[in-house]
């Protein structure tokens, strides 16, 4: 009897001993998955946006006052890129000082022109559109941008003005 | 070697990828949606002051009208827009989606009139319109009542009263 029950002690344990391992083998498959998922993901990135093409562009509000953005349309050698439709949480968000990534565009080096178009309001409720086209120039290193919305006093008005990081 | 073949599995994996994301983009987009079902993400521009986006409605009781066709039709949906204002306190909020056909003009209400056009990219219309959705705070489709709008009135305000009631139960019992 008591060698009986000293045998199932010693399988409980194996099999105890067993289960661990198997435990311990699933944590290494699973951190294996996590880390090749990691090694995807940087590739991704590098091919997606190597830093010879990428080109990044953000949005700023200073105060405005005198303008409320409603939509905004980014095109590049006049086809259009990127487009985005604003809530009002999102405008209460710029007015706070955030910086809106626009999106990242994958351009070659060299020069671009570059048109962006924000619809929005102005202070009287009015419907308003802002316009800018500037021409950049891609160089091998990324290139980042701000498009700045910012009150025009002398007019009571807004522009946008383009600015680089 | 190895490289080369790492490198060329991960593009053709990219491009499966972005493939099929898009395919299944479009035919979330597209598929007709039934109770239960998770309402997909949109953003459109409103016709009276910011654009509203779905996501950020959780949360909330949505009631999301669409419009078939409407030139100025601001008479025939003033019923649904007083029961979403009646409903507001209970955390109801109710949004029209209005499609501009032609020279028409959009139902001036106090309410979001949100507009599709297509050539917002993060928009998608419904197809089966005139239509009522009563999306819930997690963003399912709960109920869904196509057919013209006035005759489904009664029964729309029926179905929300029970609805937003079932609602304040579940919160209430949680």
Excluded at chain 1, 34 to 40: C, E, P, T, Y
Excluded at chain 2, 54 to 79: H, K, N, P, Y
Excluded at chain 2, 138 to 148: A, E, N, P, Q, V
Aim: negative net charge.
């Amino acid at each position: 009897m008591r060698l009986l029950v000293l045998v199932g002690v010693f399988m409980a344990s194996l099999v105890h001993a067993e289960d661990a391992a198997i435990r311990e083998d699933v944590m290494s498959v699973k951190n294996a998955v996590l880390d090749l998922n990691r090694d995807l993901y940087e590739l991704e990135r590098q091919l997606l946006s190597p830093a010879t093409t990428r080109a990044a562009f953000h949005i700023t509000l200073n105060h405005g006052e005198y303008f409320e953005p409603l939509s905004v349309e980014l095109s590049v050698d006049g086809q259009a890129e990127i487009q985005h439709l604003y809530t009002e949480r999102q405008v209460k968000a710029l007015r706070m000082g955030a910086v809106q990534p626009l999106g990242d565009l994958n351009l070659a080096p060299g020069k671009h022109d570059v048109t962006l178009i924000v619809r929005g309001v102005d202070h009287l409720g009015q419907g308003r559109e802002l316009s800018i086209t500037e021409s950049v120039t891609k160089t091998s290193k990324p290139l980042i941008t701000e498009f700045l919305i910012v009150d025009y006093e002398e007019l009571q008005s807004a522009r946008v003005e383009l600015k680089y990081w | 070697m190895g490289n080369v073949s790492r490198w060329t599995s991960v593009m053709l994996m990219l491009f499966l990828s972005s493939f099929s994301a898009n395919a299944s983009a479009e035919e979330e987009r597209g598929a007709a949606l039934k109770p239960g079902d998770m309402v997909p993400d949109f953003t459109m521009p409103a016709t009276n002051g910011f654009g509203q986006r779905l996501a950020e409605a959780r949360g909330s009781f949505l009631m999301l009208i669409w419009l078939g066709r409407c030139d100025e039709c601001s008479e025939r949906l003033v019923r649904y827009q007083l029961l979403a204002e009646s409903m507001a306190l209970e955390g109801m909020k109710g949004w029209f989606v209005w499609t501009p056909r032609g020279d028409d003009r959009p139902p001036k209400m106090r309410l979001p009139v949100l507009e599709y056009d297509k050539k917002w990219r993060q928009s998608w219309l419904f197809e089966d319109r005139p239509a009522v959705m009563l999306i819930n705070a997690d963003g399912r489709l709960d109920h869904l009542i196509t057919g013209d709008l006035k005759d489904n009135y009664k029964e729309t305000e029926q179905v929300v009263m029970r609805w937003i009631s079932q609602g304040r139960d579940y919160q209430l019992s949680e």
